[in-house]
């Protein structure tokens, strides 16, 4: 028999999790369906920020921040650093434990909250008058019975016609996070947050970075940079004195 509950959330990222954090605290009986897997092949809750966008890009930014402060401008407030080098693979094992962490958080929060993790792919079985039946494909299948079902599935990256995402060549944002060795060069499409995270990344490492970008770089760098014209000008301007190309 389906087991029965008041809300049924598909999808484990910011949107699912934290709407089935908020069903629970609200007395309401929560489930929440969600496929991601880990490296490990486990599951993984937090969809793409937490896995493969926001968290794993910010302990990037902040490695490769220290990198070059420690290569470029310690030496202006007289600290000295001698025989300063890149161990790539630790900063990347790093943000793969951050990673990990902020995974096992949002388990400890389903669990606090008393929250059922089914792991699998959650889809529409049957809708009623009283609610739906939400069958979950994974390592067990199971049918959820919901009065009340939140979609929240996130998005994909989106390849370009002709250009498949293979993740060595031609990456999304999921390859752009474990590059095992620097890049000489690193040409980027989009000038968006995400694009130029990763450039500052990879710069900031050691990387020639292009950032092409189909509405003139001014244009996107202002909406980027909080909508106006200054702070676009700002941007371009940090990109060029710090050695990223931006088109
Ligand atoms: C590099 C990068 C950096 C970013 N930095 C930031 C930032 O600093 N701040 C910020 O606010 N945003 C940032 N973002 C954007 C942020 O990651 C997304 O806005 C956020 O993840 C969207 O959350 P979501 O819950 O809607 O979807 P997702 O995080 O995509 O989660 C959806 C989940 O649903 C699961 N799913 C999908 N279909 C099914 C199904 N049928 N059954 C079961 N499960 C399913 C997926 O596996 C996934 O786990 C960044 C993104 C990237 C790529």
């Given at each position: 028999?389906?087991?029965?509950?008041?809300?049924?959330?598909?999808?484990?990222?910011?949107?699912?999790?934290?709407?089935?954090?908020?069903?629970?605290?609200?007395?309401?009986?929560?489930?929440?369906?969600?496929?991601?897997?880990?490296?490990?092949?486990?599951?993984?809750?937090?969809?793409?920020?937490?896995?493969?966008?926001?968290?794993?890009?910010?302990?990037?930014?902040?490695?490769?921040?220290n990198?070059?402060?420690?290569?470029?401008?310690?030496?202006?407030?007289?600290?000295?650093?001698?025989?300063?080098?890149?161990?790539l693979?630790?900063?990347?094992?790093?943000?793969?434990?951050?990673?990990?962490?902020?995974?096992?958080?949002i388990?400890?929060?389903?669990?606090?909250?008393?929250?059922?993790?089914?792991?699998?792919?959650?889809?529409?079985?049957?809708?009623?008058?009283?609610?739906?039946?939400?069958?979950?494909?994974?390592?067990?299948?199971?049918?959820?019975?919901?009065k009340?079902?939140?979609?929240?599935?996130?998005?994909?990256?989106?390849?370009?016609?002709?250009?498949?995402?293979?993740?060595?060549?031609i990456?999304?944002?999921?390859?752009?996070?474990?590059?095992?060795?620097v890049?000489?060069r690193?040409?980027?499409?989009?000038?968006?947050?995400?694009?130029?995270?990763?450039?500052?990344?990879?710069?900031?490492?050691?990387?020639?970075?292009?950032?092409?970008?189909?509405?003139?770089?001014?244009?996107?760098?202002?909406?980027?940079?909080?909508?106006?014209?200054?702070?676009?000008?700002?941007?371009?301007?940090?990109?060029?004195?710090?050695?990223?190309?931006?088109?």
């Amino acid at each position: 028999m389906a087991q029965s509950f008041d809300v049924v959330v598909i999808g484990g990222g910011p949107g699912g999790y934290v709407a089935a954090i908020r069903a629970a605290q609200l007395g309401l009986k929560t489930a929440c369906v969600d496929e991601w897997r880990g490296a490990d092949g486990k599951p993984a809750l937090g969809g793409a920020c937490t896995n493969v966008g926001c968290i794993p890009s910010k302990a990037l930014l902040q490695s490769s921040e220290n990198f070059e402060q420690a290569g470029h401008h310690f030496a202006e407030h007289g600290v000295r650093v001698k025989g300063l080098e890149l161990d790539l693979a630790q900063m990347l094992r790093r943000k793969d434990k951050v990673v990990k962490a902020n995974n096992d958080g949002i388990v400890y929060l389903f669990k606090k909250n008393k929250i059922a993790f089914f792991h699998g792919r959650g889809s529409f079985a049957k809708a009623g008058a009283d609610g739906c039946e939400i069958a979950v494909k994974g390592a067990q299948n199971e049918t959820l019975a919901a009065k009340n079902v939140i979609v929240a599935t996130g998005s994909n990256p989106r390849a370009l016609p002709g250009t498949e995402f293979d993740e060595k060549l031609i990456l999304s944002n999921t390859g752009a996070l474990e590059i095992p060795e620097v890049p000489k060069r690193l040409g980027i499409i989009g000038a968006g947050v995400i694009g130029l995270e990763m450039g500052s990344v990879w710069r900031r490492l050691g990387s020639e970075v292009t950032i092409l970008e189909r509405q003139g770089a001014e244009r996107r760098l202002r909406q980027t940079h909080c909508f106006n014209r200054p702070a676009a000008e700002y941007g371009r301007h940090q990109c060029r004195s710090r050695g990223t190309e931006a088109r």
